[in-house]
């Protein structure tokens, strides 16, 4: 088992702690067992050395977005640490990306922490999972953008513990100026719908940004 690989495990069984934790009533006694086993975890964590977030590529002159193969069983993620996607990131959503065709995929559970008005999901966390499913449509148009503007109408509520699968797709580009649509259904109803605007950057200039000094 690979490092990855471990750090993958745990971060899931860490989402999993955090949403058993929300939605259970636990004792004092208890609570002062696990804050008692959880503080010397922690002393762990910290004694490991500094992560930086890798870039996407170690060659910034032949940089290009990964994108994936067409088809559900060939998932995807932008980065292992996305607070979306991200397998690796124990307080992520843990959703999935793929794509069918040009339209960009994702599929996810929304667990009791991501809880907003009772039993439903907070919006800020529907628009995280527009927003992510939009950076696939990019990755297979092979574009990087940052997002400008973000439009959501929310056409009933995001229930928890039910599966939820977005859908993007590019409307136009013009210039720099790139649009993109998506919504997202919960037992085939329609949930929400969006409207994005994205500015595209050089991938060159915008990966030597996010380089440490010295490389």
């Known amino acids: 088992m690979t490092n990855e690989t ?11 702690l955090g949403h058993e934790f929300v939605a259970r009533d636990i004792s004092d006694d208890r609570l002062e067992e696990m804050s008692s086993r959880l503080g010397k975890l922690l002393l762990i964590v910290r004694s490991g050395t500094p992560r930086v977030r ?3 590529s170690d060659s910034l002159a032949s940089f ?37 065709g ?6 996810v559970t929304l667990g009791k922490a991501f809880e ?22 990019l990755a297979i148009n ?10 959501i109408t929310f ?6 513990n039910v599966p939820l699968t977005a859908r993007a797709w590019l409307r136009e580009q013009n210039g720099r100026k790139i649009s993109i649509e998506a919504n997202v259904e919960a ?3 329609l949930i929400a719908k969006a409207t994005a605007l994205f500015i595209s950057v050089d991938p060159k200039k915008f990966l030597e940004d996010l380089s440490p000094p010295n490389q």
Request: net charge negative; aromatic share 4%.
């Open 64 to 100: 290009k977005m990964a994108i994936p193969e067409v088809g559900k069983d060939e998932r995807h993620q932008l980065f292992s640490d996305s607070i979306v996607t991200g397998a690796a990131n124990p307080m992520g959503l843990g959703g999935y990306l793929w794509r069918e």
């Open 116 to 137: 907003g008005a009772p039993g439903r999901a907070h919006g800020g966390i529907v628009a995280a999972l527009i927003d992510e499913t939009m950076g696939l449509v």
């Open 187 to 189: 037992g085939g109803g």
């Open 102 to 107: 040009d339209v960009a995929v994702l599929e």
């Open 142 to 151: 092979s574009q990087l953008a940052f997002t400008a503007q973000l439009d």
């Open 6 to 16: 471990r750090r993958v495990e745990l971060a899931s069984q860490l989402r999993e």
């Open 155 to 160: 056409v009933a509520p995001t229930p928890i």
């Open 54 to 56: 890798a870039a996407p």
